[in-house]
């Protein structure tokens, strides 16, 4: 979108589907014991089953108003904004590396605005990645004229006298110029709304491996549900497209089977990527920085294998798909890491 390959994220065949489509208004509280959303517009919407997708809202720092130079990113709105602002600046700063700054940082220096990353952590995406993969972030991006501001903080956004963004002035007192700046520090779940629901909240809705939540006929999915995972033995909220694809296929089993089959539940190690300039960075199962890491060099390409005592985790790779996908089903039954190991260097 940013490198304006799209102007849109339509999708066709909408009118095709049986579906009453209520757009542009928001649901503002949940009456389980009457089964009806409450919206904006006056309406009070009934169900049978219900199943909540709220997703999330753009964290920003403290005490600053979005516009005149300041953006976040997560509307096709904000995209279309971001994209006609750095085309006209050329000069973009990002706030955050994790995966969303560093794939706006990318998309930038792809479309030859110069570009300034500053993050708190000592490197990019280290605090999903761990440290030996995200140096090779770090390296991905200085080596494509990114200027990288690592274990900076950000002191202030610094305006001009009619309010324009000129800069931001980090901890230590340099300032880096610029007159767009997006944060991209991640999200908040969007359940303030279901916060007198009786819907257990914690870090997002709480639910089971089927998406059922606390309250009975309420389901929930993606970027604000914290399933239970078997495979980490804790519920987790995994904001990545890919398994709220997943998380919908499995809802949809669960509401419409025979009550006397066995729940649908979701046993896949979730799966990710990030298209950063001519890499893509693939990962699949629970990556946990405090894991053991073993490094392999297959083809010229990195895979980093992920463990805890003996078992692997999870796995990323540097542009190799094949490897990275072959080790799924490993990751799904607990396998040992050096049966991956095996797997990958034979």
């Keep these: 979108m940013l ?3 799209r102007d849109t994220t339509a999708f ?20 389980v014991g009457l089964n009806r959303v409450l919206a904006d517009d006056g309406q009070a919407y009934g ?5 909540l997708a709220p997703g999330g809202r753009a964290r920003t720092l403290p005490g600053l108003e979005i516009g005149s130079g300041l953006h976040v990113l997560r509307t096709i ?20 590396a994790g995966f969303i700054g560093c794939e706006i940082a990318a998309s930038a220096r792809q479309i030859g605005s110069n570009v300034d990353l500053i993050e708190a952590l000592p490197a990019p995406i280290v605090r999903v990645l761990g440290p030996r993969a995200a140096s090779k972030v770090a390296d991905l991006h200085e080596a494509h ?25 980090l901890g230590d ?3 880096v110029d610029g007159n767009d700046v997006v944060v991209g520090i991640g999200i908040f779940p969007s359940v303030d709304w279901l916060a007198e629901s009786g819907v257990e909240l914690q870090d ?61 539940e979701l046993h896949a190690a979730p799966y990710f990527w990030s298209d950063q300039y001519d890499v893509k960075i693939q990962g699949i199962g629970f990556i946990d920085p405090s894991d053991h890491v073993d490094e392999l060099s297959i083809r010229d390409r990195t895979v980093f294998l992920y463990s805890r005592d003996g078992v692997v985790r999870g796995v990323v790779g540097f542009s ?27």
């Excluded at 709105?77 to 006609?84: P, Q």
């Excluded at 200027?147 to 931001?168: M, N, S």
């Excluded at 190799?320 to 797997?343: C, N, Q, Y």
Aim: with cysteine.
């Design 77 to 96: 709105d904000d995209a279309l904004s971001l994209r006609e602002s750095i085309r006209t600046s050329g000069r973009l700063i990002v706030i955050g």
């Design 320 to 346: 190799i798909p094949g490897a990275v996908m072959r080790t799924k089903p490993l990751i799904e039954r607990g396998a040992p890491v050096t049966e991956v190991f095996d797997l990958l260097t034979a």
């Design 12 to 31: 066709p065949d909408l009118d095709r589907l049986d579906v009453r489509w209520v757009l542009g208004t928001r649901a503002v509280s949940l009456d």
């Design 173 to 175: 007192g340099s300032l």
């Design 204 to 264: 997002g809705i709480v639910c089971d491996s089927s998406g059922r939540t606390s309250v009975p006929n309420v389901f929930a999915l993606g970027d604000a549900a914290q399933w239970w995972h078997d495979l980490v033995g804790k519920h987790r909220r995994v904001e990545h497209w890919t398994t709220t694809a997943d998380q919908a296929a499995v809802v949809a089993a669960t509401i419409v089977q025979d009550q006397t089959e066995a729940p649908a």
């Design 145 to 169: 004229g990114v200027r990288l501001h690592a274990g900076a903080a950000v002191a202030e956004i610094v305006r001009g006298p009619e309010g324009r963004v000129r800069g931001v002035r």
């Design 3 to 5: 490198r304006g390959e």
């Design 47 to 51: 169900y049978d089953v219900l199943v």
